[in-house]
């Protein structure tokens, strides 16, 4: 029988975070960044203090979200930028919900009033994942960045948290 489990982030987890987020680097449907993370790099999340979750079963972590300042403007801070990874062999299981659903509730608890991201139009597992925990889609930013030398959009999207 399989045990699931979602719960914050330690830092003995960055090995296997910084796997999942380099997976969404090289499939190309998550993220502008092209150059693979290392553990040592998602140390300094945990360093900042940043409020990471994972999710996944039998021990192994299939999923993280994490949230990061929007701006550094003291009107912007309760309004945070997150990310949500999901490891290929763990999609489509509810890790990512799981995950996500555990940010949005520590996010409330800090007293943070807005979650909000950019995803890519194409990445529609993300953006239905968004829509079943309650954000909005609000607009577009075309031509946002340069990925691979094409230029890609951007669908912005927000939850209230209040």
Request: aromatic content about 12%; glycine content about 8%.
């Amino acid at each position: 029988m399989s045990e699931r489990f979602t719960r914050a982030g330690t830092k003995s987890d960055a090995a296997r975070i910084a796997e999942i987020y380099n997976e969404g680097i090289e499939d190309r449907v998550a993220t502008f960044e092209t150059e693979p993370r290392t553990a040592e790099q998602i140390l300094v999340w945990f360093a900042e203090g940043y409020p990471i979750f994972v999710s996944g079963e039998n021990q192994n972590i299939q999923a993280y979200a994490i949230a990061f300042p929007y701006r550094t403007r003291p009107c912007y801070d309760g309004v945070r930028e997150f990310s949500v990874y999901v490891a290929r062999e763990g999609r489509s299981q509810g890790h990512g919900r799981a995950a996500l659903g555990a940010l949005i509730d520590e996010a409330r608890a800090r007293g943070w009033w807005k979650l909000l991201s950019r995803i890519f139009p194409e990445n529609l597992a993300s953006r239905k994942l968004c829509e079943a925990l309650g954000f909005r889609e609000v607009g577009t930013y075309e031509k946002h960045g340069r990925l691979d030398g094409k230029w890609m959009d951007t669908v912005i999207v927000e939850k209230l948290l209040i």
